[in-house]
């Protein structure tokens, strides 16, 4: 691997493409992904940048695998658990194990951030209809979610 991958602008980095967020999906809007580092046998975590576009939103879900986030570009909201955080430049978000959480560009701007992730990582889940009753009953995330 190179020892120095350039910033070129507006975060993007040499020769690191930009990614669909997931493969397929309407549950998710906006929202693209890179890989700055894969990982290995020597270092068992991932770290990507995620970026979401004005009005957009990550999937609401939830893993045993937990998040650690730290925003670098622009604002938005999320939700952990059932609470609706605002996020800005430099704030971190940890999302704990089987915790809900979601991402959203709310403002104007769009929404960037460092997502550092175990290499190996269970599968998210979705809510089912109980779930989203559940998360529903605070008025603030029903407001707030995207399914
Ligand atoms: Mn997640």
Avoid at 5 to 20: A, E, K, M, S, T
Avoid at 38 to 65: Q, V, W
Avoid at 95 to 111: D, E, I, K, N, S
Avoid at 131 to 144: G, I, M, N, S, W
Wanted: glycine share 8%; proline share 6%.
């Amino acid at each position: 691997m190179t020892s120095v991958i350039r910033h070129l602008d507006d975060f993007r980095w040499d020769g690191v493409p930009v990614l669909n967020y997931k493969e397929e999906g309407t549950h998710f809007k906006a929202i693209s992904r890179q890989v700055l580092f894969a990982g290995g046998p020597k270092l068992g975590a991932e770290l990507r940048y995620f970026e979401i576009e004005p009005g957009g939103h990550s999937t609401l879900e939830r893993h045993d695998h937990i998040h650690s986030v730290m925003i670098i570009r622009g604002a938005g909201h999320c939700l952990v658990g059932d609470a609706i955080h605002p996020i800005a430049i430099n704030d971190l978000v940890y999302v704990p194990t089987m915790t809900w959480h979601q991402f959203r560009a709310t403002g104007g701007q769009p929404l960037g951030f460092l997502c550092l992730v175990n290499l190996e990582r269970d599968r998210p889940e979705r809510p089912d209809e109980k779930a989203v009753a559940h998360l529903r009953a605070v008025p603030q995330v029903a407001e707030f979610i995207r399914l």
